[in-house]
């Protein structure tokens, strides 16, 4: 168990409509990271944020958000939901923003998302 | 242009065998780190191994030992003695430079392993 929660772990949605996926990060971390894995781009960074603040961004798309809370949490938001955004969503958290240090950045078990 | 290239989609092998997992990577900064992540069917990304580019010695951490040659630009995951447990998705992972890149990893396609009885 690495400590970082999310939920929900299976969601199957339509078309057209808008999810949020949560995260708690281990306790003491300060960074929130998302991740989407799906099986045709692999693996892939999406946003970083760090003490409630955006630090880095990478592909993610116009119709995806995501914010991080003052109590650390973090939720992704998924919106016009199209087929192609089926896929498994990464969190992962660390202490530092910067985790240079082996095993620092910790992943949840994902979220699953299927859209119909 | 791919930074991380995991060239055994697949890969094979006997159980309490020794096998390695091929990672190679490109970049150009000098200050860089390789990971390696294991993905059991249920999904979790379980951390494995870390190896920093100035490290002067292979990263190893019980059972897996990570061949670092930097000039070639490879990092290759080595399991000992495989376990059942051990069939998994193995993932190699780069992260670049210092500052503020924070924990964007790239990630490989992966390679399967299945260890047989």
């Known amino acids: 168990d690495s400590g970082v929660t999310q939920t929900p772990k299976h969601l199957i949605t339509a078309t057209g409509q808008r999810v949020t996926l949560r995260c708690s990060p281990r306790?003491?971390?300060?960074?929130v990271y998302w991740y989407q894995q799906s099986l045709d781009q692999g693996l892939q960074f999406l946003i970083q944020?760090?003490?409630?603040?955006?630090?880095a961004k990478g592909n993610i798309l116009e119709r995806f958000s995501a914010q991080q809370f003052p109590d650390l949490h973090s939720e992704l938001n998924l919106s016009s939901l199209e087929l192609g955004d089926s896929a498994l969503y990464f969190c992962?958290?660390?202490?530092?923003?910067?985790?240079?240090?082996?095993?620092?950045?910790?992943f949840g078990e994902g979220s699953r998302l299927t859209v119909l | 242009a791919q930074k991380i290239t995991q060239t055994q989609p697949g890969m094979f092998v006997q159980e309490k065998e020794a096998v390695t997992l091929d990672c190679t990577y490109d970049?150009?900064?000098?200050?860089?780190?390789l990971f390696w992540y294991k993905q059991p069917s249920s999904g979790e990304m379980i951390f494995l191994i870390y190896?920093?580019?100035?490290?002067?010695q292979n990263a190893t951490e019980g059972r897996y030992s990570l061949n670092f040659q930097k000039a070639r630009k490879s990092a290759n995951l080595v399991i000992s003695a495989s376990q059942l447990g051990d069939s998994a998705m193995y993932f190699c992972?780069?992260?670049?430079?210092?500052?503020?890149?924070?924990?964007?990893?790239?990630f490989g396609q992966g390679t399967e392993l299945s260890v047989k009885p």
């Open positions: 992962a958290s660390s202490v530092s923003p910067n985790p240079m240090v082996a095993g620092e950045l910790f």
């Open positions: 306790s003491g971390d300060l960074s």
């Open positions: 944020y760090y003490n409630g603040e955006e630090r």
């Open positions: 970049t150009s900064d000098p200050s860089y780190g």
């Open positions: 190896q920093g580019s100035y490290d002067q």
């Open positions: 992972a780069m992260r670049e430079g210092r500052g503020n890149q924070g924990g964007k990893l790239i």
